[in-house]
């Protein structure tokens, strides 16, 4: 199923997201706990890259850093060649909870998004446009209690969408859905950007994922037990979107990826 076409009142500007030698440090009960080390990588403007790595390595840490939602205590990420200080007005977050204000309706939800200054007539039209392609029209006076959970998730990344961001981050966003409405939102986040192409960085569990969706992924991993996470490699995904996700070099990857983060597949 292809999604509706996108006419936004507004057009997206892709940015590039750049880390050089990114690390973090919490605090802890012994001192200090160093998570990521010395991460450095680019996203070009328009690329779709995805982040692996075994959970607890830090891939939330570091879309928080992108996201100015906290700071890298060493290094710095930069937008554009600007560092990152804070929430930034060309940023736009997706998290594997839709979070929806229960009290206003779907359409008040994605109106949230929408860039300050924004005229009312346009913001309308960005609002029912986005409606639109998520397939969501008919629901727009709906609150979130009364749909399910994947348009509920459909609903948040079209508030994400509606401020046409030039960085959308993704944390985890279809974990929580079940594996059918999963491959529907992954088809749909690609006929977005086929539509309108920002810049994505996306963390997620699922290495098929990463592969059906990303045109590289970067792996995070510890050398040692007790070491900080950085980049063990980045992969060129081969092929191009829409992939094939039975294609035999894709699931040649995919194992040689489960076998690196300690699962062996079949
Ligand atoms: N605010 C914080 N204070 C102290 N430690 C933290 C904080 N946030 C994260 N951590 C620690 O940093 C490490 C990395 O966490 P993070 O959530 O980034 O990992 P992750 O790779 O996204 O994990 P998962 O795949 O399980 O979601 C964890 O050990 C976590 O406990």
């Not at 554009?80 to 997706?94: C, F, I, K, P």
């Not at 986040?189 to 996306?202: G, W």
């Not at 063990?232 to 990826?257: A, C, F, M, Y």
Request: net charge negative; proline share 5%; glycine share 8%.
């Amino acid at each position: 199923m292809t999604a509706p076409s996108f006419t936004s009142a507004l057009t997206t500007r892709a940015c590039e997201i750049s880390f050089d030698n990114v690390g973090k440090t919490f605090p802890d009960s012994r001192g200090t706990r160093t998570v990521l080390e010395g991460v450095s990588f680019t996203v070009e403007p328009g690329e779709i890259i995805s982040i692996i790595g075994s959970s607890g390595c830090g891939k939330s840490t570091l879309l928080r850093a992108a996201a100015g939602l906290s700071t890298a205590t060493a290094g710095a990420v930069r937008i554009d060649g600007e560092t990152v200080y804070g929430l930034d007005s060309r940023v736009a977050v997706g998290f594997q909870e839709p979070r929806l204000l229960p009290w206003r309706t779907v359409e008040k939800n994605v109106a949230l998004g929408l860039p300050r200054g924004i005229n009312k007539a346009e913001g309308r039209a960005t609002v029912d446009s986005l409606l639109n392609l998520v397939g969501l029209a008919a629901y727009a006076h709906h609150r979130p209690r009364e749909i399910s959970g994947g348009m509920a998730q459909r609903a948040s990344l079209a508030r994400a969408l509606a401020r046409t961001p030039g960085i959308l981050l993704l944390d985890e966003p279809f974990g929580a859905l079940d594996a059918l409405t999963r491959i529907k939102m992954q088809d749909l986040l690609l006929d977005v950007h086929a539509q309108d192409p920002t810049t994505v960085l996306l963390v997620t569990h699922d290495v098929e994922e990463a592969l059906y969706l990303s045109d590289r992924v970067v792996v995070l991993g510890k050398p040692e037990d007790d070491a900080a996470a950085t980049i063990q490699r980045i992969i060129t995904v081969p092929g191009h979107r829409p992939r094939d996700r039975s294609d035999h070099q894709l699931v040649e990857l995919r194992n040689e990826l489960l076998a690196e983060l300690g699962v062996e597949a079949h």
